[in-house]
C-alpha cells in the first residue's frame, strides 16, 4: 500500500465578487514509504496550494477542497480539523519556504522544537530541552544547547531552516512536505540544506514530497518526479528517464532552461516563451498550447488526457521526439 | 537595559525643564490672572498692585521662574491662590492624586479587559456581527466627546435609574478611615467593606467614561494586530506543527500581536488626564482634573505649574514602561 494516496485532487478558491479560481485541478500522485517524490512547475502552477491540502491547512472558508487524498489508507479529507491537529507535527511534517518568516520571532527555538514534542510525544519540558538539543545536533545546527536559549534572528538564515526541519521531523513523521526550501538561501547553502534532507530521509526512512521550480534541485533527490502546469500533471516518470527522455514540451523546455553540467560547452540556456498568463482553460484543450513549440491544431481544441506509455505518465498530443531539436 | 533606563530618566530631566519654562510662561501670557481673578473687576487700582506685589508678579519673569525653580527643586512649588487657596500645591496635589489615579487604572483596567479580549474575537471572527459591531462601535466611541458621554452615563445611571451614585468620591456622611488615599485600596486593608464597595461604586460610572476612548482604540489595534499575525507564515508553522488551538493563540497570535497595543495601551494611559479634566468635572470627582479645570478658571499659578509638570513626568515615566515591557515581549529589542 502506498503512504500517500492522492487521487484526483482539486482545490477551488472562491472569492466573493469574483469568479471561482481552480488552483489545482484533479491531481493525481502517490508516495511510497521512504521514497522522495518531486512536484515541479513555475510559479503559480499548483505546488503549495496541492502541499497545504495534503496537510489540511488550507483556508476553512473560500477554499473547495474534492478528491480524495489517504495516507496509510485513511482518507484525510474526511478527518476532522481536531483529527488533523493529532496528525501535523506527528504523521505529516511541512518545512516551507522562507526560514525566518516561518519561525516565530519572539519564542526561543527551544520552544519552537520542544512544543512539537510536547504535543506528540507527550514529554515534559524538561525532557524535550535534552531531545531537542538532540535533534538541532542531528540537523547539523554547531553549539545546540546554546541555540536552544536564541531566538530567529540570532541564527543564519541556513541555520533557521536547518531549526525548522528539526522541528518537522521531531516525531519521526513518516512523510516530510518541503515547499521549495532552499529557493530563500544562498546558493552554497541550498546545497547544503539539500544534503541534509536526502540524508536525513535516507536514514530515517522518512517519504518526502519535494516541492520546487528548480529541476536541478529534483536531480540530485528524487526517486519520481511530478511536472505541474496549470494545476494538473502533465508529465510524471521516474527521475533518470524524465531527465534523459522529457517527453512533454514543457518538461523539455524546464530541463532546457536550467544549466546543466553535463551539457556540451556552448549550448545555450532556452527560457520557454511566454508566461502562465497565456494559459488557456483546460477544458478547451491543452493550457501549454500557447507557449508549446510543438503545438498542433488539435492541441486548442481537444483537451490531452493522462496516458500510460513506457511506464511514465504524459498528457500531450504531440510528445517531443528523440532527438527532436525543438525551435525555442 | 539598566543604561537604558537611566539615560531615559536623565531625559526626563531635560524635558521637565523645558516643559516647566514653557508652561511658566504660557501661564503669565494668557489674559486675566491671579489678582482679576481673586479680587474680580471690582477691585481697587491700589488692593490690585498690593496683591500683585505680594505674589511677586511684578518682578520681570526671568526673576520669577529663577525663584520657582529655586523653590520647586527644594519641594515648594508655592501656595494655591484659587482651588484651596493658602495650601500649598504640593498639598493638594497629593490629596487629589489617588483620586485621578484610581480612576484612571480603573478606566484603563476596564478598556484593556474589554478592548483585548473583543479585539481578537472579532478578528478571529472578521466580518461576523460581533466584528461588524465591533468596528462600528469602536469608531462610535472615538467620535463621541467625552464629556457628553460623561452627562449620558450620569443621567441614565444615576439621575433616571439611580443605580449608581451620580457624584463625589464617597457618600457624603461615610465614615472611612484613611490610609493611602486610594479609597478603594484602604477600604479592603482595613477590612471596611462597605466602604471599598462605595468607593467602587463611586467609581464605575465616571471609569466608564473615561475608559471609552482607550477602550474603542485598544479594540482596533488589537483587532489589526491579530489579522495581520493571523497571516504570518510562522502562525502556518504552528499549525503544521498539529499545535492545539489554545498554544496557537496564546503563545504564537496573542504574542505577537500584543507588541503594537501595548503601546496603545501606553498612550492612551498617558492621555488619560485630558479625560479626566472633563470627567471629572461631570461627575464632581476630587481629582487632578477637578483641580486642573478649577486651576484655570481661577488662575492659579502655582496648582498649573506644578499638575502639568507632574502630568508630563508621568506621561514619560508611562512611555518608559511600555519600552521596557516592549523589552520583555521582543527578544529582537532586547538582544539588540
Ligand atoms: N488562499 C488563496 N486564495 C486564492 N487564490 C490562491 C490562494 N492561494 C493560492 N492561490 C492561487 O492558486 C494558484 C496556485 O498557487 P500556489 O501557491 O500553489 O503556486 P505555486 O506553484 O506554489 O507557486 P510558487 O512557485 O510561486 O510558490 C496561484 O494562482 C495563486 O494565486
Ligand atoms: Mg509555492
Same mark, same amino acid.
Given at each position: 500500500?502506498?503512504?500517500?494516496?492522492?487521487?484526483?485532487?482539486?482545490?477551488?478558491?472562491?472569492?466573493?465578487?469574483?469568479?471561482?479560481?481552480?488552483?489545482?485541478?484533479?491531481?493525481?500522485?502517490?508516495?511510497?514509504?521512504?521514497?522522495?517524490?518531486?512536484?515541479?512547475?513555475?510559479?503559480?502552477?499548483?505546488?503549495?496550494?496541492?502541499?497545504?491540502?495534503?496537510?489540511?491547512?488550507?483556508?476553512?472558508?473560500?477554499?473547495?477542497?474534492?478528491?480524495?487524498?489517504?495516507?496509510?489508507?485513511?482518507?484525510?479529507?474526511?478527518?476532522?480539523?481536531?483529527?488533523?491537529?493529532?496528525?501535523?507535527?506527528?504523521?505529516?511534517?511541512?518545512?516551507?519556504?522562507?526560514?525566518?518568516?516561518?519561525?516565530?520571532?519572539?519564542?526561543?527555538?527551544?520552544?519552537?522544537?520542544?512544543?512539537?514534542?510536547?504535543?506528540?510525544?507527550?514529554?515534559?519540558?524538561?525532557?524535550?530541552?535534552?531531545?531537542?538539543?538532540?535533534?538541532?545536533?542531528?540537523?547539523?545546527?554547531?553549539?545546540?544547547?546554546?541555540?536552544?536559549?536564541?531566538?530567529?534572528?540570532?541564527?543564519?538564515?541556513?541555520?533557521?531552516?536547518?531549526?525548522?526541519?528539526?522541528?518537522?521531523?521531531?516525531?519521526?513523521?513518516?512523510?516530510?512536505?518541503?515547499?521549495?526550501?532552499?529557493?530563500?538561501?544562498?546558493?552554497?547553502?541550498?546545497?547544503?540544506?539539500?544534503?541534509?534532507?536526502?540524508?536525513?530521509?535516507?536514514?530515517?526512512?522518512?517519504?518526502?514530497?519535494?516541492?520546487?521550480?528548480?529541476?536541478?534541485?529534483?536531480?540530485?533527490?528524487?526517486?519520481?518526479?511530478?511536472?505541474?502546469?496549470?494545476?494538473?500533471?502533465?508529465?510524471?516518470?521516474?527521475?533518470?528517464?524524465?531527465?534523459?527522455?522529457?517527453?512533454?514540451?514543457?518538461?523539455?523546455?524546464?530541463?532546457?532552461?536550467?544549466?546543466?553540467?553535463?551539457?556540451?560547452?556552448?549550448?545555450?540556456?532556452?527560457?520557454?516563451?511566454?508566461?502562465?498568463?497565456?494559459?488557456?482553460?483546460?477544458?478547451?484543450?491543452?493550457?501549454?498550447?500557447?507557449?508549446?513549440?510543438?503545438?498542433?491544431?488539435?492541441?486548442?481544441?481537444?483537451?490531452?488526457?493522462?496516458?500510460?506509455?513506457?511506464?511514465?505518465?504524459?498528457?500531450?498530443?504531440?510528445?517531443?521526439?528523440?532527438?527532436?531539436?525543438?525551435?525555442? | 537595559?539598566?543604561?537604558?533606563?537611566?539615560?531615559?530618566?536623565?531625559?526626563?530631566?531635560?524635558?521637565?525643564?523645558?516643559?516647566?519654562?514653557?508652561?511658566?510662561?504660557?501661564?503669565?501670557?494668557?489674559?486675566?490672572?491671579?489678582?482679576?481673578?481673586?479680587?474680580?473687576?471690582?477691585?481697587?487700582?491700589?488692593?490690585?498692585?498690593?496683591?500683585?506685589?505680594?505674589?511677586?508678579?511684578?518682578?520681570?519673569?526671568?526673576?520669577?521662574?529663577?525663584?520657582?525653580?529655586?523653590?520647586?527643586?527644594?519641594?515648594?512649588?508655592?501656595?494655591?491662590?484659587?482651588?484651596?487657596?493658602?495650601?500649598?500645591?504640593?498639598?493638594?496635589?497629593?490629596?487629589?492624586?489617588?483620586?485621578? #489615579?484610581?480612576?484612571?487604572?480603573? $478606566?484603563?483596567? +476596564?478598556?484593556? *479587559? &474589554?478592548?483585548?479580549? @473583543? /479585539?481578537? =474575537?472579532? !478578528?478571529?471572527?472578521?466580518?461576523?456581527?460581533?466584528?461588524?459591531?465591533?468596528?462600528?462601535?469602536?469608531?462610535?466611541?472615538?467620535? #463621541?466627546?467625552?464629556?457628553?458621554? $460623561?452627562?449620558? +452615563?450620569?443621567? *441614565? &445611571?444615576?439621575?433616571? @435609574? /439611580?443605580? =449608581?451614585? !451620580?457624584?463625589?468620591?464617597?457618600?457624603?456622611?461615610?465614615?472611612?478611615?484613611?490610609?493611602?488615599?486610594?479609597?478603594?485600596?484602604?477600604?479592603?486593608?482595613?477590612?471596611?467593606?462597605?466602604?471599598?464597595?462605595?468607593?467602587?461604586?463611586?467609581?464605575?460610572?465616571?471609569?466608564? !467614561?473615561?475608559?471609552?476612548?482607550?477602550?474603542?482604540?485598544?479594540?482596533?489595534?488589537?483587532?489589526?494586530?491579530?489579522?495581520?499575525?493571523?497571516?504570518?507564515?510562522?502562525?502556518?508553522?504552528?499549525?503544521?506543527?498539529?499545535?492545539?488551538?489554545?498554544?496557537?493563540?496564546?503563545?504564537?497570535?496573542?504574542?505577537?500581536?500584543?507588541?503594537?497595543?501595548?503601546?496603545?495601551?501606553?498612550?492612551?494611559?498617558?492621555?488619560?488626564?485630558?479625560?479626566?479634566?472633563?470627567?471629572?468635572?461631570?461627575?464632581?470627582?476630587?481629582?487632578?482634573?477637578?483641580?486642573?479645570?478649577?486651576?484655570?478658571?481661577?488662575?492659579?499659578?502655582?496648582?498649573?505649574?506644578?499638575?502639568?509638570?507632574?502630568?508630563?513626568?508621568?506621561?514619560?515615566?508611562?512611555?518608559?514602561?511600555?519600552?521596557?515591557?516592549?523589552?520583555?515581549?521582543?527578544?529582537?529589542?532586547?538582544?539588540?
Amino acid at each position: 500500500m502506498a503512504l500517500l494516496d492522492v487521487s484526483d485532487l482539486s482545490v477551488v478558491f472562491q472569492r466573493r465578487g469574483e469568479p471561482p479560481f481552480t488552483a489545482v485541478d484533479g491531481v493525481s500522485f502517490s508516495v511510497e514509504p521512504g521514497q522522495t517524490v518531486g512536484l515541479v512547475g513555475e510559479s503559480g502552477c499548483g505546488k503549495s496550494v496541492t502541499s497545504l491540502a495534503i496537510m489540511g491547512l488550507l483556508p476553512r472558508r473560500g477554499a473547495v477542497v474534492t478528491g480524495s487524498v489517504r495516507f496509510e489508507g485513511a482518507e484525510l479529507l474526511s478527518l476532522s480539523a481536531r483529527q488533523m491537529r493529532d496528525r501535523r507535527g506527528r504523521d505529516l511534517g511541512m518545512v516551507f519556504q522562507d526560514p525566518l518568516s516561518s519561525l516565530n520571532p519572539v519564542i526561543a527555538i527551544g520552544l519552537q522544537v520542544t512544543e512539537v514534542l510536547e504535543r506528540h510525544r507527550g514529554m515534559p519540558r524538561r525532557q524535550a530541552m535534552v531531545e531537542a538539543a538532540d535533534l538541532l545536533d542531528k540537523v547539523g545546527i554547531p553549539d545546540p544547547r546554546r541555540r536552544l536559549d536564541e531566538y530567529p534572528h540570532q541564527l543564519s538564515g541556513g541555520m533557521r531552516q536547518r531549526a525548522l526541519i528539526a522541528m518537522a521531523l521531531a516525531c519521526r513523521p513518516r512523510l516530510l512536505i518541503a515547499d521549495e526550501p532552499t529557493t530563500a538561501l544562498d546558493v552554497t547553502i541550498q546545497a547544503q540544506i539539500l544534503a541534509l534532507l536526502a540524508e536525513l530521509v535516507r536514514d530515517t526512512g522518512t517519504a518526502l514530497i519535494m516541492i520546487t521550480h528548480d529541476l536541478g534541485v529534483v536531480a540530485g533527490l528524487c526517486d519520481e518526479v511530478n511536472v505541474l502546469y496549470g494545476g494538473r500533471v502533465v508529465e510524471r516518470a521516474r527521475r533518470h528517464e524524465l531527465f534523459r527522455r522529457p517527453r512533454h514540451p514543457y518538461t523539455h523546455g524546464l530541463l532546457a532552461s536550467i544549466p546543466r553540467l553535463d551539457a556540451p560547452r556552448g549550448e545555450r540556456l532556452v527560457p520557454i516563451r511566454g508566461s502562465v498568463a497565456d494559459n488557456i482553460p483546460w477544458d478547451h484543450g491543452c493550457a501549454f498550447a500557447p507557449r508549446c513549440p510543438n503545438a498542433l491544431g488539435t492541441c486548442v481544441e481537444v483537451t490531452p488526457q493522462m496516458d500510460e506509455e513506457d511506464g511514465r505518465l504524459l498528457r500531450c498530443h504531440n510528445p517531443v521526439q528523440e532527438n527532436q531539436e525543438v525551435p525555442a | 537595559m539598566l543604561r537604558y533606563t537611566l539615560r531615559r530618566l536623565l531625559q526626563l530631566v531635560g524635558v521637565v525643564l523645558v516643559l516647566s519654562m514653557l508652561i511658566f510662561g504660557w501661564l503669565r501670557a494668557l489674559p486675566g490672572g491671579p489678582v482679576s481673578a481673586l479680587l474680580g473687576e471690582r477691585g481697587t487700582e491700589e488692593a490690585r498692585r498690593e496683591l500683585t506685589a505680594q505674589l511677586g508678579l511684578d518682578q520681570p519673569i526671568f526673576v520669577q521662574y529663577g525663584k520657582f525653580l529655586g523653590r520647586a527643586l527644594s519641594g515648594d512649588f508655592g501656595a494655591s491662590t484659587g482651588v484651596q487657596p493658602g495650601d500649598s500645591a504640593i498639598e493638594i496635589f497629593l490629596q487629589r492624586f489617588p483620586a485621578t #489615579v484610581e480612576l484612571s487604572v480603573v $478606566a484603563i483596567v +476596564l478598556a484593556v *479587559l &474589554f478592548g483585548i479580549p @473583543l /479585539g481578537y =474575537l472579532a !478578528a478571529r471572527r472578521r466580518g461576523g456581527w460581533l466584528d461588524n459591531l465591533g468596528v462600528v462601535g469602536s469608531l462610535v466611541g472615538v467620535a #463621541v466627546p467625552v464629556f457628553f458621554l $460623561a452627562f449620558l +452615563l450620569k443621567y *441614565l &445611571f444615576a439621575v433616571q @435609574l /439611580g443605580w =449608581l451614585p !451620580a457624584s463625589g468620591r464617597q457618600t457624603g456622611g461615610l465614615d472611612a478611615t484613611r490610609v493611602t488615599g486610594f479609597f478603594v485600596l484602604d477600604g479592603l486593608l482595613t477590612r471596611e467593606w462597605d466602604a471599598a464597595a462605595d468607593a467602587l461604586a463611586h467609581l464605575v460610572l465616571p471609569a466608564m !467614561a473615561l475608559a471609552t476612548i482607550p477602550f474603542a482604540v485598544i479594540f482596533r489595534i488589537t483587532r489589526a494586530a491579530v489579522l495581520d499575525v493571523l497571516d504570518e507564515d510562522y502562525v502556518r508553522t504552528a499549525e503544521s506543527k498539529g499545535l492545539t488551538t489554545s498554544v496557537i493563540r496564546r503563545r504564537h497570535v496573542l504574542r505577537n500581536a500584543m507588541l503594537p497595543v501595548v503601546t496603545t495601551i501606553g498612550l492612551q494611559t498617558g492621555a488619560l488626564l485630558a479625560g479626566a479634566v472633563l470627567t471629572e468635572k461631570v461627575f464632581a470627582f476630587p481629582g487632578l482634573g477637578e483641580a486642573l479645570a478649577l486651576g484655570f478658571e481661577r488662575r492659579d499659578y502655582p496648582v498649573l505649574q506644578l499638575m502639568i509638570i507632574m502630568a508630563a513626568m508621568v506621561y514619560v515615566l508611562v512611555n518608559l514602561v511600555v519600552d521596557l515591557s516592549y523589552a520583555v515581549i521582543d527578544p529582537r529589542v532586547r538582544t539588540r
